[in-house]
């Protein structure tokens, strides 16, 4: 029963993180959407490396990419180095109290959206100002810890492991 627990309380916190991302916004709120999808990889990532890891994130990412209608697998690689980072790092993650974890996720997102920016420049395709990718990426930092608390309450709750 809780194997069924466990893969369901994923599922529904990953389409609760697609949800939040393709929420509209107005114009001036765009900027300072967090990075929904990345947050919950990386808690999956670093809770339950041998159940979440890199190839999970790299469907959700192929699923990202269509629905933001960027390059297929653009999101995908990036989704995987968060994943891959998360996974070769969750030892050291874990033993970090949750606003030590808040600089890490700012420089796995960090590295995300870089990639994504280079690819965008590489392809022509047209970018949007820097600090837009600046403001989610510390807007997602600053809101690590509660959405940490969160799911980790739900982890807890459901007796996930």
Not at 77 to 84: E, H, K, N, S
């Amino acid at each position: 029963m809780r194997r069924n627990h466990r893969y369901g309380l994923i599922a529904i916190t990953l389409i609760i993180a697609f949800c939040l991302t393709i929420l509209p916004l107005p114009e001036w709120a765009v900027a300072y959407r967090p990075y929904w999808l990345m947050l919950v990889i990386i808690f999956w990532v670093l809770v339950l490396p041998e159940v979440f890891g890199v190839g999970i994130s790299w469907c959700a990412g192929l699923l990202f990419d269509v629905l933001q209608g960027a390059l297929l697998g653009q999101y995908a690689l990036a989704m995987m180095l968060v994943a891959y980072l998360t996974y070769k790092l969750h030892y050291q993650l874990r033993a970090f109290p949750v606003w030590q974890q808040s600089i890490a996720v700012f420089l796995f997102i960090s590295l995300a959206q870089l990639f994504v920016l280079w690819t965008n420049i590489l392809i022509g395709q047209a970018v949007i100002s820097y600090w837009q990718y600046g403001i989610g990426i510390l807007v997602s930092a600053l809101i690590w810890p509660i959405v940490y608390s969160l799911l980790h309450s739900y982890q807890l709750r459901y007796r996930i492991q």
